[in-house]
């Protein structure tokens, strides 16, 4: 089951999917997606996220790294206020001259989660949603490592528009993602490209820190990221898991 959060007539609403791919409230009422305001379709807890987790993006952007497949996960941590829902508006620096989009397969945790070992951490996760998390590349301080101004700005991580449960996705390693700025595709990957894999990152995590319900693991993007502008709408979609549309303003 596909699973949201929208505000409508001032009031937040917990929302499924119809059968025809609408909105359902809870009173049974069927309305178009446009009807309703989105928010992140769960309260997410914390927001930890993955850079540089396919080898193709290493790989595009291998002239600027220090990096390599072989290392340990590159983990980040991001608040809150970054957060936005479905059809959102994510503002664009005036002083940026390359920000571009990334998307990611978010992996929800389901319950408390300490020192978990590999092959028991599917069993952890409560579901999936789909992530567009926008980085300033002119900002990074050291080429690679993500710091607040790149990774922390307000709105610059949309997420959602549905969280769809673990159940429903029978192989979270084999889901077609795809982009699309103002209509034409420009990135395309599988996850199945993955360097760090969902057990394996959950394992590592857990280790370090205990993960709660509602914690979202971002875990990162392929390659064809590409600059966009305000006034630009962009598409992140992941087969399966749902289509997540955001535009760009000026800041």
Sequence with gaps: MKHGRVILNGQVLAVTESADGRVQLPDGRVVAETDVQWLAPLEFGTIIALGLNYADHVKELSHELTVSTKDAPLVFLKGPNSLVGHRGFTPRPADASFMHYECELAVV????????????AMQYVAGYTVCNDYAVRDYLENWYRPNLRVK???????????LVDASDVPDPHAL?????????????GNTSHMIHRIPELIAYLSSIMTLQAGDVILTGTPDGVVNVNAGDVVETEIDGIGTLVNTLQAA
Aim: hydrophobic letters at 35%; aromatic letters at 2%.
């Design 109 to 120: 945790i389901g319950r408390t989660a300490k020192r978990v070992q590999a092959a028991d």
């Design 152 to 162: 922390n700005r307000d709105a610059s991580t949309v997420i959602g528009p549905w």
């Design 176 to 188: 077609a993602l795809r982009t699309r700025v103002n209509g034409q595709q420009t990135q395309s």
